[in-house]
């Protein structure tokens, strides 16, 4: 028994000494081994002082308070990642001045899974969360694609009336946005098995990164400086197929994302 005990504090100790990630089960292939920016939930934008923010926030909590949003986020993530507090009633006092309207919707379809093209249309959990909300206000939808990089000067020159999945860190005064409707932050995912389980032991190996994040990246300026090289990618589904084919050996990535490739 003592035997017993001693082996089970043994391990115990040994979980301790590693990263949190590193004691957890990997899923997809894939592996998280740390956090590395605090900031990454994604919003929705709209120009300053445009009604359609505050419909489209009330239209959301109501959904929210639902199912709707959380079963949406369970079929894409494998989890509910949803942040928007739900509130029954948000949109009771804005039913009798809702305009009947058609919106014009920025997506940028190189950030898999919130949206991207699959089977000859638009697809994503983004895709489904405008949908939802359009629907439930009687609106009708016309999407654009974009650079999300883009997506103030879209707004502004009237391209588009919406801008989904706007980064925390892209966040500005000039504009409004909705509450933060998907919880998350960047991480940095290797390859389960490679061996390579903390942050530090990327010092001298390859990471890659999509070029929107980039500024992201540079926030540690010390991990940069250790990296061997850095492998830049133009939407996220790249990203993780020169992870798993060993072109890179780790990458930067939204925790949302994270969870996608690897429920």
């Known amino acids: ?3 017993i005990r001693a082996a089970i504090c043994l391990l115990l100790c040994l979980c301790l000494l590693l990263p949190a990630a590193a004691c957890s089960s990997d899923k997809g292939g894939y592996r998280i081994i740390d956090e ?3 900031e990454g939930s994604y919003y929705i934008a709209f120009r300053k002082g445009d009604n359609l923010q505050k419909y489209v926030t009330a239209a959301m909590q109501e959904l929210a308070a639902g199912n709707t949003l959380r079963t949406a986020s369970l079929s894409w993530f494998g989890k509910d990642l949803v942040s928007v507090r739900g509130q029954a009633g948000a949109m009771e006092e804005l039913w009798a001045e809702k305009p009947d ?3 014009v919707v920025g997506i940028d379809i190189s950030n898999m899974p919130m949206s991207y093209m699959s089977g000859g249309g638009y697809v994503g959990f983004d895709i ?3 949908m939802a ?23 502004n020159a009237g391209n588009i009336d919406i801008a989904m999945a706007v980064p925390e860190a892209d966040l500005s005064d000039n504009f409004d946005y909705s509450p933060a409707y998907l919880a998350s932050q960047y991480v940095l995912v290797t390859r389960a098995g490679s061996g390579i389980n903390r942050r ?9 990164v999509t070029v929107v994040d980039e500024d992201v990246l540079y926030k540690d300026q010390g991990f940069v400086d250790s990296l061997g090289s850095i492998i830049y990618q133009t939407n996220t589904d790249s990203l993780f197929q020169a992870l798993m084919l060993g072109e890179v050996d780790g990458i930067l990535v939204s925790s949302v994302v994270a969870a996608y490739y690897m429920k």
């Open 36 to 38: 590395y920016s605090g």
């Open 200 to 208: 530090s032991n990327l010092g001298g190996k390859a990471l890659g």
């Open 133 to 155: 909300i359009c629907g439930y206000l009687s609106w009708t939808v016309n999407f654009q694609t974009i650079d999300i990089s883009n997506a103030e000067v879209e707004l």
């Open 1 to 3: 028994m003592k035997t």
């Open 128 to 130: 489904d969360l405008i």
């Open 101 to 103: 309207r058609s919106v």
